[in-house]
């Protein structure tokens, strides 16, 4: 909290049915950027087959993160500047229209058009629901409710696919988007009538329009944008519509060097008005839990966006088969997540809590590189409950850290903004690498497993369509193997990926957030002018 600012009311943490409000929108909030996270991952082989567009499947999820990565630390930035509530409501409102987009689209291209536009929404609702807690709770209790947030995150993230499974089935899969408006219109009204925020520091939203619009740092917005868009065009094309040796690609990828150096240089000039100040890059838990929520959050993606196909297209499953089947995963991603804050919060450890989990993690990722159409359901089902329990236990932790040593809500807005950037980032790249390296793995096994079938046909039928590619028994359950293989090849990316996040988390602060918070709350007691406290607030940066 912000000290000598406010009265001392404002600076009281709320109690009672006040927080239990904050908490319920919080979580209201949450449960709608879940829901539309996972809830298109078993709907894109039915969408991908309707549009004919196989190749396009790395952006339904790409258009969605690229903006959402673009778009993370400018709503930081916004959440500083403006009043955070009515942040948190415009973020509504534009990932509501995104999702009419997605769900009138008549074509690929708008469908991909909208998944943008709700991706810069889904940027401000998680920036909102980090940073809202700041004013909300003590650091001593913050694990505990930031898990409750995030667990809410995981129970719907688990329905999301079951939902869409349902809807795709029995409906259509434009529903999977309708749905998103009674959600939202909800939660606006809700946070509209009863979020109250006390305690927010004025310093900087009391700005002119004019100065908030200067430090909002537009060159730096547009140059970033630009370097992620070269950087997502490069991996989406190169290698599928366009060979990696070829013009398009290289200049890309240059294109992608040279701008994002520019951006370098530009924040580095700009100072603490940068969209990502050099200063926070300093603090070695901010950079190094960036960089584990890069390698962590692409993993995630991975799982989300690519296991549904071995559901439906290697073991023939319907959406709402692929759906349940997913939850062997998102459930105990659920529980990992839960419980890793409650552990945080008991002992006010939370290193250990990430270690573990990435040993879970690298155990539940390698055996998901076996499955074959031969692999029994136990043993998948295993393999995901041992993945979805580490990748939940574990990504939490670079936030928790960042609350630990940033102060005030500014500060933990903009950290956070940084952290998630990297994690969606990653989580964005995640997805046309992946693509490329499935698209790869059917060109390399369709004619090994199935001769006497085109693997650009199989490509442009879509993961539904194949029994509609060939009369022969044979020939179709070649097909299914080779599907399988094809996601396998994924499954070696997201283990390597679990591998190399492990030792990037060691380089984050240890710090037990218990003795952290109690050592803030006496030096707040006698900043409030209420009785007399002790103790003085850690050198963070020397530990």
Known sequence: MIENQGSIEDLQYPQGLQLATILISLLLGTSLLALDATIISVATPKISTQFRSLQDVGWYGAGYSMLFTAMTPVSANFYKYFEPKRVYLGSIAIFE????????????????????????????????????????????????????????????????????????????????????????????????????????????????????????????????????????LALQEGGITKPWGSAQPIGLFVGFGILLIIFGVWQWYTGEDATIPVRYLRDRTVIWGSIYLFWDNMASYITIYYMPFYFQAALNQSPLQSGVSYMSLAVPQ???????????????????????????????????????????????????????????????????????????????????????????LGGSLAIPISNSLLLKGLQHHIPKHAPGISPISVIKAGALDLPNLSTSRTAIEGLREAWALSVSWVNILLTAVICISLPTALGMKWLNIKKISKEREEKRVPALGVGSGKGNMPDLNAI
């Not at 236990?393 to 500060?411: C, F, K, R, T, Y």
Request: charge should be positive; charged fraction near 5%.
């Open 97 to 232: 229209i995104g999702s009419v987009i997605c769900a009138t689209a008549p074509t690929s291209r708008a469908f991909i058009t909208g998944r943008a536009i709700a991706g810069v929404g889904a940027a401000g609702l998680l920036q909102g629901a980090f940073g809202i807690l700041t004013y909300v709770c003590s650091l001593e209790m913050r694990p505990l409710f930031l898990g409750g947030v995030v667990s809410i995150f995981g129970l719907f993230a688990s329905l999301g696919p079951v939902i869409g499974g349902v809807l795709t089935q029995k409906s259509t899969w434009r529903w999977c988007f309708w749905i998103n408006l009674p959600i939202g219109g909800a939660v606006f009204g809700l946070i509209t009538i009863f979020l109250k925020l006390h305690g927010v520091d004025q310093t900087t939203r009391n700005l002119p329009l004019a100065a908030k619009a200067k430090k909002l740092d537009i060159p730096g917005i547009v140059l970033m944008m630009a370097s992620v868009t070269c950087l997502f």
């Open 334 to 424: 659920m529980i990992g997540l839960f419980a890793g804050g409650g552990i945080t919060t008991a002992t006010g450890q939370y290193m250990p809590v990430i270690l573990v989990a990435q040993i879970i993690c690298v155990v539940g990722c390698g055996l998901l590189t076996t499955l074959t159409i031969h692999t029994r359901t136990a043993l998948w089902a295993t393999y995901m409950v041992i993945t979805g329990l580490g990748i939940g236990l574990g990504v939490n932790v670079p936030h928790i850290a960042i609350q630990a040593v940033m102060e005030s809500d500014n500060d933990i807005f903009i950290a956070n903004g940084i952290a998630s950037f990297f994690g969606q």
